[in-house]
């Protein structure tokens, strides 16, 4: 087991959810899965025998996600950021994640289920830390017109001279 897991916290819908992230990432499974006994179920108010918790994995990275009631709800403070090589790789994943979400700016997106996610291209990365300074602000500048980061058009603005 990981020592730092990421915990998301899900109303009533993280066994969905799971299936769900489980089902788009390659090298991705479900671990384990804890169920409410009585006792977790009266202070939960969730149903017993229900999912509480869901160990998963993505991408090799673990997650644990728990069915905790409607006390506490997502936020873009915390996104998980999915590095991508190719632009292939980043309409994939920007397709199936915004599907009945929420599209925002800079390759930020909210799924369905209200997880932020950034999913960013690895060229971004590697064009905004140039040491020509012009290059990489022109670079950020054509980002930040981007829904969808499109690795062509960040090419384009870092050759323009």
């Known amino acids: 087991m990981q020592k ?9 819908n993280a066994e969905d959810a799971v299936n769900f992230y489980v089902s788009i990432f390659k090298n991705s499974k ?7 006994g009585e006792a977790g179920a009266k202070v939960s108010g969730q149903p017993e025998g229900t999912v509480m918790t869901i160990v998963f994995q993505l ?19 915390i996104s998980l950021l999915v590095n991508c090589e190719t632009q ?17 700016e800079c390759g930020w997106l ?16 590697e064009m905004l830390q140039d040491k020509d300074t012009e290059k990489s602000e022109r670079v950020m500048s054509a980002m930040l017109q981007m829904k969808k980061i499109d690795i062509d058009e960040l090419r384009q603005a870092y050759d323009q001279g």
Do not use: C, H
């Open 4 to 12: 730092i897991i990421p915990f998301l916290w899900f109303d009533d």
């Open 30 to 36: 479900i671990v384990s899965v804890a169920r409410y």
């Open 59 to 77: 991408e090799g990275q673990e997650f644990m996600a728990l069915n905790g009631g409607p006390v506490f709800t997502f936020s873009p403070a």
């Open 88 to 104: 292939e790789e980043v309409d994939d994943l920007w397709e199936k994640l915004s599907q009945g979400g929420e599209i925002i």
């Open 110 to 125: 909210k799924d369905k289920y209200g997880v932020s996610w950034q999913i960013v291209p690895t060229a971004l990365n």
